[in-house]
């Protein structure tokens, strides 16, 4: 496929128009025009976004519940392999708000941009305050009441709740394995239909990215940069400093959390790991579908790594459903960012809500590019910084989303690897020098 048909160099190219097209337009006086003829892509390209966000919710999650079933059978390995699932999610979304907090990249753009975003969303941040207000008078557990909604229909008419949806996806998942498999196989389906549709539906919808980030990008500059190419500048370098935190949390997370686990779960060397499961990361890279690569991540796991094929078959699969580090810790940068960005400073509970959001939309967030983008714009309104916000990070989302991939498909290996050595059921892979194969000794 020629270059440019590839979709995140055609959403690179929606980046740099739109930025020339905002100084352009800017230092003209033609941001009237940019307003009333380009910026609607912009929203329209969100609001499709915004569309999709239940439905995919509710398939993925719901299907990846169900796909438990096994889990009376498998027993002890089913729970190790949820808990390291969850508590790796977890720490990975802990490690992005962190540097986030500490580096401030959203303070690296210029301060009248700053301030601009500030004025044009006062109404939105003074909602938030509000929000913030309510959750202090309601007491440390506001927030695990406001998971459980009293009403599924009103709860996902507003993407705001989408917390809400979680819970009942989750709870929903649970009464249906309680059922005979005869009676829930029909809904199950149904709920598989909804969420390969959904995918399909983002697929689509990204395809209209290149339009939709030049859009943004295009009015975004053309209201901030007032023609000012010092003040450019500063924008291009608040983005640089964002994309530098994300890089640096995956690879703590990878290089350090990882290699942990492996230490304390098997006594395989993080090198001779990392040596494994080599082609798999290079599909990852490429794709950016956990999804798309699993194939391939069952295949080193098995031959390259020593895993058995009933750990990686129950494992892999799983994780590459509800396993989703790296995504994870990229929605907390970018959530803390946007918001600094604007001038918003979020509240320590804000700050959890997006910890528990992240973590259990993890599991509803499908294996596929730009999924996560829905995410984090679930993630946005769930603590009320304007998702129009993300304009500010679309252009650079292809190649940290690249790279996010390959943190989640590693973090997939790593608990294939640590459940197969704790269950004994890791064999040492030997290669045999006469014959370009792999054997497996007991």
């Not at 992005?96 to 753009?109: M, R, S, Y």
Request: glycine share 8%; aromatic share 6%; net charge neutral.
């Amino acid at each position: 496929m020629p270059w440019y048909r590839q979709l995140h160099w055609q959403i690179i190219l929606g980046l740099v128009v739109g930025l020339v097209c905002g100084i352009v337009v800017a230092a003209n006086g033609w941001a009237a025009f940019v307003r009333n003829w380009i910026a609607p892509f912009g929203d329209i390209f969100l609001n499709a976004l915004k569309l999709i966000a239940v439905p995919l919710v509710l398939g993925s999650l719901i299907t990846g519940v169900t796909s438990l079933s096994d889990i009376s059978k498998l027993g002890r390995m089913s729970t190790k392999t949820l808990a390291i699932y969850i508590t790796t999610t977890a720490i990975a979304i802990a490690i992005g708000l962190l540097l986030a907090n500490l580096v401030e990249p959203g303070k690296f753009l210029p301060p009248t941009l700053r301030d601009e975003l500030m004025a044009a969303y006062s109404g939105d941040v003074e909602a938030n305050r509000q929000k913030v207000q309510d959750v202090e008078r309601g007491g440390p557990l506001k927030i695990l009441t406001d998971m459980v909604p009293a009403n599924i229909f009103s709860a996902a008419s507003n993407n705001s709740n989408m917390l809400q949806v979680v819970f009942f996806a989750i709870f929903f998942g649970i009464g249906l394995l309680q059922l005979p498999k005869k009676r829930a196989r029909p809904l199950i389906r149904f709920f598989q239909s909804l969420s390969e549709v959904s995918i399909r539906l983002v697929d689509i919808i990204m395809l209209m990215a290149p339009l939709g980030v030049f859009a943004l990008m295009a009015n975004t500059i053309a209201v901030a940069s007032q023609g000012d190419l010092n003040q450019l500048v500063g924008l291009l370098r608040g983005l640089l400093v964002y994309c530098l935190t994300v890089v640096g949390g995956l690879a703590l997370h990878t290089f350090g959390v990882y290699s942990l686990v492996l230490r304390l779960f098997s006594k395989m060397s993080f090198r001779k790991f990392l040596s494994g499961i080599g082609k798999a990361q290079l599909v990852a890279f490429s794709t950016s579908s956990s999804g798309a690569t699993l194939p391939v991540t069952m295949e080193c796991c098995e031959e390259k790594l020593g895993v058995s094929e009933e750990v990686s078959s129950f494992v892999l699969p799983l994780g590459a459903t509800i396993n989703m580090d790296g995504t994870a810790l990229y929605q907390g940068v970018a959530a803390v960012f946007i918001a600094q960005a604007m001038g918003m400073d979020l509240s320590l509970a804000a700050q959890l809500n997006i910890l528990l959001l992240a973590v259990m939309a993890s599991i509803g967030t499908a294996a596929v590019p730009g999924a996560g983008v829905v995410m984090l714009i679930i993630i946005l309104e769930s603590i009320g910084v304007p998702s129009a916000g993300i304009a500010l990070i679309l252009g650079v989302d292809r190649i940290l989303d690249m790279l996010r991939t390959v943190t989640n498909i590693t973090g997939d290996c790593t608990v294939a690897v640590s459940v197969a050595a704790s269950e004994g059921q890791l064999r040492t892979v030997v290669p045999d020098p006469r014959k370009d194969e792999i054997h497996l000794k007991p």
